[in-house]
């Protein structure tokens, strides 16, 4: 043990507490999460939704009610907010399909400027050539699963989404037993 951990100063018994419960519940979420990844996702896309609902009617108000030389431009693009998130909130699923298809496609154009610059690229070394080809690869192997099916897509974003919810969790709660103060600078 050094002299610095045996002189740090423990959290208070309540905020330890906090923290067990606290990442109970990130674990329970995680748990959920990896359960029904998909869904969360989609979950996830309304609740977007429902936020970019509540922005656009802000939006629509401080027109009308404040005055200001953009006073229309406001009171527009806030009905267009809520109108796109009224129809993001009545079709959650296709919605989510057509972001992650958006993103597969994102992510197709990645790997095959990838491996064009893998192949191209006769300056850079043989084994750095041949990473950036194989990256480039998965990465269209990836994409064109994702685009043949955005159910797989959202199950694994929904499936990262638990793993780092799951680990967040059990650092809350390792934080919680062990009792330190959170430290914002280290020395």
Request: glycine content about 10%; cysteine-free.
């Amino acid at each position: 043990m050094s002299s610095s951990s045996l002189s740090e100063p423990k959290s208070p018994g309540w905020m330890r507490a906090v923290q067990i419960g606290l990442g109970i519940i990130a674990v329970i979420i995680s748990i959920a999460v990896l359960v029904s990844p998909a869904l969360t996702v989609v979950l996830l896309v309304r609740i977007v939704a429902i936020i970019l609902l509540i922005v656009g009617i802000e939006k629509v108000l401080s027109g009308i009610f404040i005055p200001s030389k953009s006073r229309w431009g406001t009171i527009g693009l806030g009905i267009i907010v809520i109108i796109l998130s009224i129809i993001v909130l009545s079709f959650p699923v296709g919605t989510t399909a057509f972001l992650i298809i958006l993103l597969a496609i994102a992510l197709l154009i990645d790997g095959i400027a990838r491996v064009i610059h893998g192949i191209t690229d006769k300056t850079g070394r043989s084994w750095s050539r041949m990473f950036r080809i194989a990256a480039g690869v998965i990465a269209i192997v990836l994409a064109l699963v994702i685009i043949a099916s955005p159910a797989i897509g959202a199950a694994l974003v929904g499936i990262l989404l638990g793993i780092a919810l799951l680990i967040i969790g059990i650092e809350i709660i390792a934080r919680g037993i062990a009792g330190r103060k959170i430290s914002l600078t280290r020395s």
